[in-house]
């Protein structure tokens, strides 16, 4: 265990740098100078995530005197993957806020320490199905929100919309349909044509045959790799469909109209988890007590509304702009899709080579 | 064609590629400062139709950009000297030796200039992970020095370029030593080639973002990637407000540099001043 | 007279050889290893096996070039070239327009002006490059007021060829500064007197701009066409952003293994060959610039 000696004095005198320049995210009010506190490293996305996130732990310090700082994402959740495995074990995270696909890789790697349900309490309200778990059955993830990849389109640019998406190879639709690089959003955008033509990620041949018909068609106009990639292309005007998460929708549907296609016969929405995980070698007591109180039904309600994504506490209220958006109870079944993440993960790699290989010379010509 | 004719078709087309050039490089400049008051978090039609002080309020009363900015100041300005004085003598090495591999090392002394700087984040990461380096500065400063010396080696090289050695041998046989040949002669006519590097090795530096999102550590970012990280939900134009405040930082630097110093004293001349 | 030069520059050659030595001393001991390590950890890297599913290359297995193996597709060669091409049309497109305005401030413009030109040269390289792509995606854009600038170049604004102009576009923007502030010391070492010398001879203003300035400015030409030949092909984020997804760099390439899909060793080993190629290329260019620069001298 020298790692985790070495990381949390690593944290210690990280954070007493802070306190002493009185700087940045870790707010100078939170670091007090109390011996017996624990100090957590906390990986957080910016903009709107860590602004509710900061929220949240002044009222979590009202009670508790952990130290939160934070680390901002800045590429996708996947860079910081790469940041860890880089310097494993000498990680100086403690708590990450990412999402399942990348719940999957850590949790192949071993980075992360089971959760402890004697301290997280809430999570025992949570949907068992939003929960990852390693091969010993082990919950590993507490889920803080539903999040979803879903078709839509403006309504404004397209008052017609569009019915199915086999609709998007005709001539209408060329240059207006806005999609995924195939590996963002973990390959989803390849899985839903696979649904689109009856198949699913595991046999994604007959998906490979919709892309390629709707690259040759020219509907394609451009493919995102980030979000504000995307809400930029979509505020553009110039195209109309696409195919992104909720937070992506969320952002565009705050100054066009948007409707979203998440009830088609003929295909899926597909719903993913985002929320905390628990780096090995962490201070654990303090870490979960941390996550625990993210995952108060209470607390759950308030961090998901300004996010646009789904709460997962049964007992919380979902933003009422992004309600339609998500499906009810009896709803599941048929519209809804939970992808294999673990699959997935393991597919990019190939999806990826084959998007270069196959499908980028069709459209460049 | 008589002579005439042809020297105005030649200052034509000499004056004409002056203007586009002047155009097309204000085009963008010009948009980006509107960009910086427009209200919006997307991009939208061209001309904006909301318009704020919010980026720049944003980033005058946040201490997030501050201690980026702090950070981004140290490590840019650290391996721009480091660059600037190495690189430049490297390239007088380089362009006075001939010594065996001088091709291959000065290939290699540019090679980081080619390779993308995602790589470059990372291997510096690795490395200096196995070297038991963990915190931010020294990190984030190796990793900047990599992908500026380059630009110094160039630039200097390209200011050398007209330059006969038989200056530098003159010296010699007027009888100063080597180092009085280099600090009096040589040094001074490369100068606006060292100064060009070193203007570039800055730049390249405090707009960079893929090294310094490897080499970070929570406590030490620089400035684009703490706006970078702003950026995921909406865009964020901050950046945008952060542009503006540089450009005009610089014209009034260089201009007060110019009133104080002397810009033709601070830039060199080259060997044959200004001629007109 | 012929005697007396020759011994100066035998004497100044051992002399100064040994001077260089000292001069080299600095990168060899502080900045090689700084570059070596990491270049290093990438090429072991590189050699590693991927395991579909894991991050990074797997530790410990047996060393293969199945990485780089891999790479010899058609699809992978396109995108070499592409990058390689549109590098170039940016390079010669900042040569065509940063020469005339580095000749200008050397030669032409009064003091206040060409202190201005290059105040603003230097402050245009402060635009931060994200800024400077949205930028040129509102002014070129299909929604911006220059969109339809791409019939000047035969582009229909709709085509996907549009697209490319925008990469290049953007590119350009940096490169112009960049090569003509490079251009400027280059042109500053040149003799004004040798064009005049030729102008009162009769010839006419071109061909003594041409045969005189212009050939004796080459090598510095090639010195800065290959500082931003290389910033071009090692750019990420303009083809990331204004290629739309269609023209993709293989520094796009090689982001998505870093970033994305965790497969270091596949990203490692299409930098190493980038990397070679480019060096490759670029050492010839400097046999070039030192033929070119040996004339010159003579």
Same mark, same amino acid.
């Given at each position: 265990m020298s790692s985790s000696i070495t990381r949390r004095s690593f944290t210690k005198g990280a954070l007493a740098g802070v306190g002493l320049t009185g700087s940045g995210l870790a707010m100078p009010s939170l670091v007090r100078p109390a011996a017996a506190a624990d100090r957590l490293l906390v990986v957080q996305w910016g903009a709107q995530w860590i602004e509710i996130s900061e929220e949240i732990v002044k009222k979590y310090n009202e009670t508790k005197d952990t130290r939160i700082a934070w680390e901002l994402h800045s590429g996708g959740s996947a860079a910081i993957v790469a940041k860890i495995k880089a310097i494993w074990p000498n990680a100086p995270y403690n708590v990450l806020s990412v999402w399942d696909p990348v719940f999957r890789d850590m949790i192949a790697e071993d980075w992360l320490e089971p959760i402890d349900e004697s301290i997280v309490t809430n !999570?025992? *309200?949570?949907?068992?199905?939003?929960?990852?778990?390693?091969?010993?059955?082990?919950?590993?993830?507490?889920? !803080?929100? *539903?999040?979803?990849?879903?078709?839509?389109y403006r309504e404004d640019v397209l008052p017609d919309g569009f019915d199915s998406i086999e609709d998007l190879l005709r001539p209408e639709f060329k240059g207006k349909v806005v999609v995924p690089y195939p590996i963002n959003l973990t390959g989803l955008f390849i899985v839903t044509c696979a649904i689109q033509r009856g198949g699913d990620e595991k046999n994604a041949e007959p998906g490979w045959e919709f892309v390629k018909e709707l690259a040759a068609s020219g509907a394609i106009g451009q493919i995102c790799t980030s979000n504000s990639e995307f809400i930029n292309a979509m505020a553009s005007g110039q195209y109309g469909v696409g195919f992104w998460n909720n937070g992506g929708w969320f952002a565009t549907a705050e100054n066009f109209p948007v409707k979203i296609k998440n009830r088609m016969e003929d295909n899926k929405g597909f719903l993913y988890n985002e929320g905390f995980c628990v780096l090995k070698g962490s201070p654990l007591e303090a870490a979960f007590d941390f996550a625990n109180f993210f995952a108060r039904p209470d607390i759950n309600e308030m961090y998901n509304i300004p996010l646009g994504s789904g709460p997962t506490q049964p007992g919380a209220t979902a933003n009422p702009k992004i309600a339609e958006w998500y499906y009810k109870p009896d709803e599941l079944e048929k519209y809804a899709y939970i992808a294999d993440y673990a699959f997935l993960g393991q597919a990019k790699n190939e999806w990826n080579e084959r998007w270069e290989r196959e499908i980028v010379p069709l459209m460049r010509s | 064609m008589s002579k005439r004719y042809a020297d105005a078709f030649f200052f034509t087309g000499y004056y004409g590629l002056i203007?586009?050039?002047?155009?097309?490089?204000?085009?963008?400049?010009?948009?980006?400062?509107?960009?910086?008051?427009?209200?919006?978090?997307?991009?939208?039609?061209?001309?904006?139709?909301?318009?704020?002080?919010?980026?720049?309020?944003?980033?005058?009363?946040?201490?997030?950009?501050?201690?980026?900015?702090?950070?981004?100041?140290?490590?840019?300005?650290?391996?721009?000297?480091?660059?600037?004085?190495?690189?430049?003598?490297?390239?007088?090495?380089?362009?006075?030796?001939?010594?065996w591999g001088r091709g291959v090392l000065q290939s290699l002394f540019i090679s980081p200039l080619v390779i993308p700087t995602v790589v470059i984040g990372f291997g510096v990461l690795m490395f200096a992970s196995r070297l038991g380096i963990v915190d931010g500065l020294p990190r984030l400063i190796m990793g900047h020095i990599i992908i500026t010396f380059p630009y110094v080696v160039r630039t200097t090289l390209a200011a050398l370029i007209g330059l006969r050695p038989s200056?530098?041998?003159?010296?010699?046989?007027?009888?100063?030593?080597?180092?009085?040949?280099?600090?009096?002669?040589?040094?001074?006519?490369?100068?606006?080639?060292?100064?060009?590097?070193?203007?570039?090795?800055?730049?390249?530096?405090?707009?960079?973002?893929?090294?310094?999102?490897?080499?970070?550590?929570?406590?030490?970012?620089?400035?684009?990637?703490?706006?970078?990280?702003?950026?995921?939900?909406?865009?964020?134009?901050?950046?945008?407000?952060?542009?503006?405040?540089?450009?005009?930082?610089?014209?009034?630097?260089?201009?007060?540099?110019?009133?104080?110093?002397?810009?033709?004293?601070?830039?060199?001349?080259?060997?044959?001043?200004?001629?007109? | 007279m012929a005697f007396a030069r020759t011994s100066a520059g035998s004497r100044s050659g051992t002399r100064a050889s040994r001077v260089n030595g000292v001069l080299l001393l600095p990168a060899l001991v502080l900045f090689l290893p700084l570059l070596i390590g990491p270049l290093a950890v990438l090429l072991d890297e590189s050699l590693k096996p991927?395991?579909?599913?894991?991050?990074?290359?797997?530790?410990?297995?047996?060393l293969t070039f199945e990485n780089y193996t891999e790479l010899a597709d058609p699809a992978y060669v396109h995108y070499f070239l592409d990058t390689f091409r549109i590098g170039l049309i940016v390079t010669l497109a900042a040569i065509l327009l940063g020469y005339p305005i580095a000749h200008f401030i050397v030669r032409k413009a009064s003091p206040w002006l060409a202190k201005l030109l290059i105040a603003s040269l230097i402050g245009m390289l402060f635009l931060s490059l994200i800024v400077r792509i949205y930028a040129i995606s509102m002014a070129y854009g299909p929604l911006g007021p220059f969109n339809d600038v791409s019939w000047l170049f035969g582009i229909d604004p709709r085509s996907p060829a549009k697209t490319e102009l925008m990469v290049i576009f953007g590119l350009l923007h940096t490169v112009l500064p960049l090569v003509a502030i490079t251009l400027i010391s280059t042109i500053q070492n040149i003799n004004p007197r040798l064009e005049d010398a030729a102008l009162s001879l009769g010839a006419p203003r071109w061909k003594a701009f041409t045969s005189i300035t212009l050939i004796m400015s080459l090598p510095g030409i090639l010195s800065a066409g290959i500082i931003g030949y290389a910033f071009c092909i090692s750019n990420l984020v303009v083809p990331l952003i204004l290629g739309k997804g269609f023209v993709l760099f293989v520094s796009n390439l090689i982001y998505f293994r870093f970033s994305e899909i965790s497969n270091f060793p596949s990203g490692a080993a299409i930098s190493i060959l980038m990397m070679l190629i480019s060096l490759t290329i670029f050492y010839g260019l400097m046999r070039l610039v030192r033929d070119k620069n040996g004339e010159a001298r003579e």
């Open positions: !999570l025992a *309200t949570i949907p068992d199905i939003f929960i990852q778990k390693n091969d010993a059955g082990q919950k590993m993830t507490v889920p !803080l929100s *539903t999040a979803g990849a879903f078709w839509g | 203007a586009l050039a002047i155009l097309f490089a204000l085009i963008p400049i010009v948009i980006a400062v509107v960009l910086s008051f427009d209200n919006r978090t997307f991009i939208g039609p061209f001309p904006p139709t909301d318009w704020s002080f919010r980026w720049y309020e944003e980033f005058l009363t946040s201490d997030y950009y501050h201690q980026g900015l702090k950070t981004s100041l140290i490590v840019s300005s650290t391996a721009t000297l480091f660059s600037t004085v190495i690189g430049a003598l490297t390239a007088i090495a380089i362009d006075r030796g001939r010594f200056y530098f041998e003159a010296a010699l046989s007027l009888g100063a030593t080597p180092y009085q040949a280099l600090w009096h002669i040589t040094i001074p006519l490369a100068r606006t080639g060292i100064i060009a590097g070193a203007i570039f090795a800055f730049v390249m530096s405090f707009d960079e973002v893929a090294v310094s999102l490897f080499l970070s550590d929570p406590f030490t970012y620089t400035l684009p990637v703490a706006l970078l990280a702003q950026m995921r939900a909406n865009l964020n134009l901050t950046i945008a407000a952060v542009s503006v405040i540089f450009i005009i930082v610089t014209i009034v630097l260089i201009w007060a540099l110019d009133r104080i110093a002397g810009l033709d004293k601070i830039v060199g001349q080259g060997v044959y001043g200004r001629i007109r | 991927y395991e579909a599913g894991r991050i990074g290359g797997t530790e410990g297995a047996e």
